[in-house]
T-cell receptor, first 114, second 115 residues
C-alpha cells in the first residue's frame, strides 16, 4: 500500500485554537494533496504540494512536506466551527505521474467546538 | 465557478442489476477519474481515463466495471451485475493534467445502495 497512517484519527479543539494533522506515506511521490470532506458530501481540494517543495501556505492553511521522512502535516490556524470536517491527504506516486491516480489516507476527523 | 456534477445523487438497485452512474466533468479538463468510498472507510481509486481510454485501473475495477465518455461532456461508470459489496459512495473527478501541477475536482458523489 502506498499510503500509511494519518494521525490523529480524531481531533477535537475549541474555536480559535490551531489544529495539526499528520500524514505518512510509503513510496516516492510526485505530489501530495489535502482534501476536506464534510459529512456525507464530496471532497474539496485544499492544497497541493509538490515533492520538491517543503512548505506551502494558503490562507489559514499551512502544509509541510518532509520527503526524507515520507510525511506531511496540515496546520489550520485560528480554527472555526465551520472547519469541522474530515481531512484526507492523498498522494500521486511517481509511477502514476501520467495517470494522476490518487491514493488516500484514512483521514482525520476534526471537530471544532464553538 | 465550474464544478463536476453527478447524477443521480442516490441510486438503489437490486443485486445482479446493471447500474450506470453519470458524471459531467469540468468542460476543459482532459483527465477523468472514478473513486469510491465504502461507508466509514477511506476513498479508493477505481480508474483513470484519458484520450478515450483507461490509463490506469485498480484491482477493484474488474470485468464488472466499465467506463465510457459517450459524448463531449458525459463520463459514465457502468457496473454490469451489482453485488452487495458494491454499495458505496462513488465520486467522479476531473483535472487539467494528471497530477504534477493540477488538483482533481470532485463531484458531490452518487450513493449506490445494492439490496
Amino acid at each position: 500500500s502506498q499510503q500509511g497512517e494519518e494521525d490523529p484519527q480524531a481531533l477535537s479543539i475549541q474555536e480559535g485554537e490551531n489544529a495539526t494533522m499528520n500524514c505518512s506515506y510509503k513510496t516516492s511521490i510526485n505530489n501530495l494533496q489535502w482534501y476536506r470532506q464534510n459529512s456525507g458530501r464530496g471532497l474539496v481540494h485544499l492544497i497541493l504540494i509538490r515533492s520538491n517543495e517543503r512548505e506551502k501556505h494558503s490562507g489559514r492553511l499551512r502544509v509541510t512536506l518532509d520527503t526524507s521522512k515520507k510525511s506531511s502535516s496540515l496546520l489550520i490556524t485560528a480554527s472555526r466551527a465551520a472547519d469541522t470536517a474530515s481531512y484526507f491527504c492523498a498522494t500521486v506516486g511517481r509511477g502514476s505521474s501520467n495517470t494522476g491516480k490518487l491514493i488516500f489516507g484514512q483521514g482525520t476527523t476534526l471537530q471544532v467546538k464553538p | 465557478e465550474p464544478e463536476v456534477t453527478q447524477t443521480p445523487s442516490h441510486q438503489v438497485t437490486q443485486m445482479g442489476q446493471e447500474v450506470i452512474l453519470r458524471c459531467v466533468p469540468i468542460s476543459n479538463h482532459l483527465y477523468f477519474y472514478w473513486y469510491r468510498q465504502i461507508l466509514g472507510q477511506k476513498v479508493e481509486f477505481l480508474v483513470s481515463f484519458y484520450n478515450n481510454e483507461i490509463s490506469e485501473k485498480s484491482e477493484i475495477f474488474d470485468d464488472q466495471f466499465s467506463v465510457e465518455r459517450p459524448d463531449g461532456s458525459n463520463f459514465t461508470l457502468k457496473i454490469r451485475s451489482t453485488k452487495l459489496e458494491d454499495s458505496a459512495m462513488y465520486f467522479c473527478a476531473s483535472s487539467l493534467s494528471p497530477g504534477l501541477a493540477h488538483e482533481q475536482y470532485f463531484g458531490p458523489g452518487t450513493r449506490l445502495t445494492v439490496t
